[in-house]
C-alpha cells in the first residue's frame, strides 16, 4: 500500500512538471538574417588576394537549373538532370586541380557519408562542381573513382557527380548559393572558402555546413528535412523536433522546450506503466489475503 502511494506521489509531481512543459506553446523562431563570412571589419587587413573571397548565407534562393555543365563523360547535361523529386542534392564547389583544401573537403564529406544508413543515388544525390575552367572531365572522371573507393559502398556509383563547366555557367551557380572565390595568376591557384551545401529537390538551398569536417548526424537531419521527411526514418523526425538548423553555426543545436516536451512526455508514460503494473500485482494479491484472513477466523 505505502508502494503505491509513493509511485502516486511521484507521478502527481511529474505531472505538474509536464504540465508546466506542455502548457508553454511553442514560440516561433525568429526570422534568421542573412550571415556572411565576409566581416567587413576584416577587409581592410586581408591581403587583397582574399578580398571577395567567402560566402554569403543564401537559404532558399534557387539554383539555375536550366544551367548547362559536362559530366564525367564530357557530355552536355543540365543542371536539373540530378533533380529527382523526393531526393535532396549535397553539393560541394570544388575545383580538382586544388593542391589541398579541396581534397580535405571532398575527404571529410565522404567520411561523413560513410557513417549515414542513407544511400547516394536511392536517397540523395552528392554533386561535386569544379569552378575552375581548366578542369577536364578526364579529370573529374579520376576525382570520382578515388573517392568512390575511399567511399566503399556498392551500388551507389549512380548518385555521386563530378562535374565541370565553363566559366559563365559555373559562375552563375556558385553566385546563387553565394559562393565567392578568386583566381590568382601568379600562383595558378584559387581563394576560396570551404563549405558544402544541401539543396532541396526543387533545387533551392537549404544548409550550409562549413570546414573540412562535417558531422554526419547534422548532414542526416539536414537530408531528412531537405526532403521534406520523404527520406529517413521516425527517429529522424523526432531529432528534427529537439534539434533546429542554426544558419549562424552551420549545426544542429538542440532546443531546450522541445527536449523538455519530449521528457516529460516519456516520465508520464513510464510513471502510467509503473502505477498500472503496481495496481494489478496488489489487485492480485488482495483476494489471497482475504482467504487466508478468513480461514484464520474460521
Known sequence: MNRNIAIAQALCAGSLF??????????????????SLQDSNLKPVLPG?????????????????????????????????????????????????????????????????????????????????????KDTAELAAAKKQNYLRRYRRSNTANGWHFLTGDEA?????????????????????????SAIMILTPEGRVSKYFYGVEYSPRDIRLGLVEASHNKIGTPVDEVLLFCFHYDPATGKYGAVAMNLLRITAAAFLLVGGMAIVIALRRDSRGRPQSLRQAGQARI
Open 18 to 35: 509536464a504540465a508546466a512543459a506542455l502548457a508553454q506553446p511553442g514560440q516561433p523562431a525568429p526570422m534568421q538574417p542573412s550571415y
Open 49 to 133: 588576394s582574399l578580398l571577395g573571397v567567402g560566402i554569403d548565407q543564401r537559404l532558399d534562393a534557387q539554383v539555375p537549373l536550366s544551367t548547362v555543365l559536362r559530366d564525367e563523360a564530357g557530355r552536355e547535361v543540365p543542371l536539373s538532370s540530378f533533380f529527382h523529386s523526393g531526393k535532396p542534392v549535397l553539393l560541394a564547389p570544388v575545383y580538382y586541380r586544388c593542391p589541398m583544401l579541396c581534397t580535405q573537403i571532398l575527404s571529410g564529406m565522404v567520411s561523413a557519408l560513410k557513417v549515414l544508413s542513407l544511400d547516394p543515388g536511392k536517397d540523395f544525390e552528392v554533386i561535386a562542381v569544379s569552378f575552375d575552367p
Open 169 to 193: 555557367n559555373v559562375r552563375a551557380l556558385t553566385d546563387a548559393i553565394g559562393f565567392h572565390y578568386k583566381y590568382d595568376p601568379k600562383t595558378d591557384q584559387y581563394a576560396h572558402a
